[in-house]
Structure formats: C-alpha cells, structure tokens
C-alpha cells in the first residue's frame, strides 16, 4: 500500500504558485520523498526528490517538514501544461526504483 | 530526450492471441527495470521486476504464467500478455533507473496501450 496521502484533485490559477501537500506521518528515516507527474495517456515523470532538506530544480522545490511526516510540491509559476496528476512516493533510496504509486493529486491549471 | 523507449505505443489484438511489448533503455544499461499496469482513473500497479539474467520477481496477485516477462540484454525487457482477454486491457508502462545506480531517478516508457476485442 501507498505511504502517503494526497488531496484527490486541485485548481489553479496560471501563472501563480502550485502548493500540492502530501503526508506521509509513517516514514522511516531511511526513505526518500519522491514527486512525479502523469500527463494523461503519458508514462510518468520524475519531478524532484528529497530525504530532510528542502530541494529545489528547474521544474520545481520541495519543501519537507522539519519531522517529515510532510512535503510540499511548489511549481513557481503554473502553465497550462502542468496540468496533470502529480504523486508524491516514498521509497528507500536504495530500492532500485521500486515505486509504489498511490492515487495522487490531479493538478488542473486554469488561465 | 527520452530515457525509455517503450514499443508499441498501442496495439489492438483479438481475445486468445499473445502480444509482446518492448521496453529499452537508450544510453545506458539497465539490469532492473519495472513493469507497471494502469486501468483507466486509477494510480498506476506494480506488477513485477525484471532482472537482467535472472527471472523476473512478480507482486503479490500478479500471474506470472501470464504476463510473461524477458529481460535477455542490459537495454531490453519485454512484457508478453499470453493468452489476452477483454479484461487485460489496460495502460503498461515500463520503468528503469536512469543509468547512474541508485543516485538517478526513476525514469518511464510512454506506455503501451492494450486493448484486447
């Protein structure tokens, strides 16, 4: 079973900041925070990982609570394009890539 | 660019036949990839790992007379669906490390939509 929790669906705004929270009050302290995206009718894609820091790329930052019971996805700035479902995994680091989805937040961009 | 390549993208077949998926990692060499399944409004499953050399290690409920799984070269693993019937039809998509060991991210095929009449 999945580890973490997520609201089922969000809207927002385009050009403002996505937040899309995620709980996982279980995690050991050996497992990472892992976020990917599904456009639809597409295979997924790795957006940004974590174990305590807070992580930013080009796609995104990640913000883990302090006990790391949570995380916070932040797209900077919504496109249209990011419209999609966006999964919050966490895993061992050294699983191999062995990733248990759960059923995620369906992100809609609105202009 | 893309990472894994993934082959068919979708294929129709009649209910008794067999179809072969192909899963290839571009640039780099993969002993484990994943294969995962997702119906239509659902998260995607795992269904099994595929070790390069070795059998592959199936999830809990996953038949492993039928979805056979081949990981025969360091770049590609291939899905057979024996024996297809309605209730396979589904979205497959393959999985693997993105070629640096544990310090890459997981990287996905575009998947491979099965219908099965």
């Known amino acids: 079973d999945a580890k973490t929790t997520q609201p089922p669906s969000m809207d927002c705004a385009e050009g403002r900041a996505a937040n899309l929270p995620c709980n996982h009050s279980?995690?050991?302290?050996?497992?990472?925070v892992y976020w990917y995206r599904q456009i639809h009718s597409q295979g997924p894609q790795y957006i940004i990982h974590?174990?305590?820091n807070n992580e930013t790329n080009e796609m995104a930052s990640l913000i883990i609570t302090e006990d790391r019971k949570s995380s916070t996805l932040i797209l900077p700035h919504a496109t249209l394009r990011d419209t999609a479902v966006y999964y919050c995994i966490v895993a061992l680091y050294n699983q191999g890539g062995k990733l248990i989805f759960g059923q995620g937040t369906e992100l809609s961009v609105k202009p | 660019g893309a990472v894994v390549s993934q082959h068919p993208s979708w294929v129709i077949c009649k209910s008794g036949t067999s179809v072969k998926i192909e899963c290839r990692s571009l640039d780099f060499q993969a002993t484990t990839m994943f294969w995962y399944r997702q119906f239509p409004k659902q998260s995607l499953m795992l269904m099994a790992t595929s070790n390069e050399g070795s059998k592959a290690t199936y999830e809990q409920g996953v038949e492993k007379d039928k979805f056979l799984i081949n990981h025969a070269s360091l770049t590609l693993s291939t899905l057979t669906v024996t024996s297809a019937h309605p209730e396979d039809s589904s979205f497959y998509i393959c999985?693997?490390?993105?070629?640096?060991?544990?310090?890459?991210?997981?990287?996905f095929g575009n998947g491979t939509r099965l219908t099965v009449t």
């Open positions: 974590g174990l305590k």
């Open positions: 999985s693997s490390l993105g070629g640096f060991g544990y310090n890459s991210p997981l990287h």
């Open positions: 279980t995690i050991s302290g050996n497992e990472y």
